[in-house]
């Protein structure tokens, strides 16, 4: 492999799809609410995403197994008649230069493009550094008839401002380029910790939007679970970066050692 | 989109184009300079460039949409028979390494020399560090010959000493092996500060040199404008390097958040 | 030479090799594991990995000559009938950065695809933060057939954890993309010193899964020998780093000095 | 351009060209003695290197005109018959990445494989960290044979130890893959400052080496010009990399401003 590579299931066809991005980010809002519309929709994984700019690290599993850090495609066929496919965007990481994130970026929408989609719905969290009792979803559309489209569905738009840092942001911007549409919906979050009522908010506004049923019995059994993860992963990314006590846990990353 | 693109209007024709660049710089001047002339003379978006050395990030708009980082170029057509028309360059940001600085430098020389162009000046401010009462416009240029030309018209020459940073040495550098010729515009300035009286004494040798008029009354207004949205700006990419308060809203750049 | 290039003896042909890989990290478990393997087998070096992400300087030798950093592959035939030969990589230095170590390990992959290898085994250290008396290896496998192979040796499963950085996991991480399998075998070590012990560990476990006999007299001298290089790479590379009086020797890194 | 290019004048003939290098370095030492060697030999100037790893700013000359940073190739042609031409390197700079190192030096190779040379000099400065009264010429080369072939001139090997790092190291050692040969020859120097009683002892030795005669008298005059020039370059790329006072002058480097 060179740069990023899609190793995708043979023979996927959907109808329509709509992209869903839940990769790592603030309050891993977008995360939580990706990795639960998974589970609840028994998505099947059609692709994994592999990177020479993730770590260069694999993960030992309980199992006595390892794996690469990657991210992950998964799709759902609606079985509604006229009803959106949806394919479902998860992994450990995100690239962090500029250069990476354009490249998987760019990879990840030619597997849609492939796919025939047309419309994106990044998901993540806005924080707003305090505790929000009764968080809103925001909006940041890439065109208008989409703000117009979404506001029905409660989203609030014009208020976010600032910036969208990386896939959530990059994904609307390149594949408007492409002639694609859609919007990242942000759950008002506090920023400074994990939060599952956020990314709830997101799921319900997300729901309305796609017209599907999602149940919210299982979710913060499942919060938990990706806490644990993120925990370990945060600590192991950590090691790459600086050595320190951690880095004595397998193999260091200078020249020598 | 692999590196830096040009995405740009089909069909636009120029007779002897000359290159104006006002890219983010030393006092803003050359920025100012620059959008001042494209609204007075009411010039039209011809291309904008994309680049995987940009942030990775999109700017979110009050109107609730959002927008990449990138650069604009605009044409102005010259009414006057054998007047030169111009192609200026406006954008949010400049690249940062140099490798990065040197690709962007070369893809918009690309889309310069298609449009047939041999003339360049690059548009900026010159640090003194001190408060300049009367600016002057120090020059640098690519050939014995510019210096002499362009002394005509009031640039000084042979004073400003050091090295120019960025498109407004690059531009003229690479244009040279290209066999373009050109001059970089200093203003005077403090160095400090958004300086829109330098950025008016370059306004007004510019329009010397391209025997233009160019009305100076809505100057002052739209350097307030700019100054807004460049402190934006710099807040903005600021999240995007190293995380803090500001990178609480939107996603943050780290592997994991 | 561009990228990362293996110069290779022709007409080298193997059956069914195994790699072992030996780079520096943690505790030097690996190196000085397979280092003594390649003596003691009177292995043959078939290859010379040469990258442009090793560090841009040569080594002055005793002698007088001069040789660029680099990684070396040594090949061994087994002279049972229907044994793995085998292919052992060493080198001075492993390289830095994630696209670095995805591009050297996939160019030692595709030289050992080549060679039809299928089946590979990384060998390292794994940081206890304390002295060990007895130290077992623990293991880390590409699939569960593995795990249980591996275990009737004494390889120790399911209790690392935590991440392997650098080759000794992206070899097996990348190797499982092509359809190959192996396993990371670490011995215990503290983490913060070479041990030879550990490394002794190592390669008991290793040649009863081989079932190969290596001696283990000479260890300890060899372990000297690579002591006192490896403190001579430390050094030079922290000049190529940043300065100081190191860097006096040769000439220094800076765009000037 | 992309990456690193050779502007070269056409139609240059040279029987069996030797090359030297003299890039800066420690102490100067390479520089000042390939610098003189080009004034005193009259050499002609046969190509230009341009690197998009170079720092990306211009340098402002007194006279009014600008130009890029380079590295230069000079050729003097021996009138002796059966003597060796020269092809000699200077420049204002040397990149500082490994990947930009390799990819300069590479592209100067194959320049002059093309002149099908076969034999490089670099010259250098060794820092001992105190003052030298009667400089030695220390040595480090590609083959044993240059070894002793040199050694006859009075270049001490065997001595020098560390690394070279830079140009001067990686030349040899890459030109070695391809079959040259060559010596780095390291004047003995202090290291904290320009040396060119050390540079003087390099321009000694290396005449005899290439049986030419080297008038020594205007040496100390154009140390003092390359001093100058040094130390003004040493600013200008300082502001480059991070701000500061001088960062006022000139266009500055973050994405903003």
Request: proline content about 2%; some cysteine; charged content about 30%.
């Amino acid at each position: 492999m060179k740069g990023t590579i899609v190793i995708s299931k043979k023979g996927v066809k959907l109808k329509n799809p709509i992209l869903l991005e839940g990769l790592p980010g603030i309050g891993l809002v977008g995360k939580l609410a990706t990795e639960h519309l998974i589970k609840e929709l028994k998505a099947e994984k059609v692709a994994e995403i592999y990177s020479e700019h993730f770590p260069h690290q694999v993960l030992m599993l309980k199992k006595g197994t390892l794996r690469m850090l990657k991210n992950r495609i998964y799709a759902w066929k609606n079985p509604k008649k006229g009803g959106n496919d949806l394919l479902m965007l998860v992994g450990d990481i995100q690239a962090i230069t500029p250069e990476a994130q354009y490249e998987v970026c760019n990879v990840i929408l030619d597997y849609f493009e492939k796919m025939k989609g047309k419309r994106i719905y990044t998901l993540g969290g806005y924080g707003v550094g305090k505790i929000v009792e009764d968080p809103r979803v925001l909006g940041s559309a890439t065109h208008k008839e989409v703000v117009e489209e979404l506001r029905k569905y409660g989203v609030v738009f014009g208020e976010a401002n600032g910036s969208i840092i990386g896939a959530a942001g990059l994904l609307l911007g390149l594949g408007k380029i492409r002639r694609m549409s859609g919007a990242c919906l942000m759950g008002e979050t506090h920023g400074g910790y994990i939060d599952a009522k956020s990314a709830k908010s997101v799921v319900k506004v997300l729901a309305k939007i796609l017209n599907i049923k999602v149940d919210l019995n299982k979710f913060d059994e499942r919060v938990k679970e990706t806490e644990n993860f993120m925990k370990r992963m945060e600590k192991e990314i950590e090691k790459q970066k600086g050595g320190g006590e951690g880095a004595m846990r397998g193999d260091d990353l200078s020249y020598i050692r």
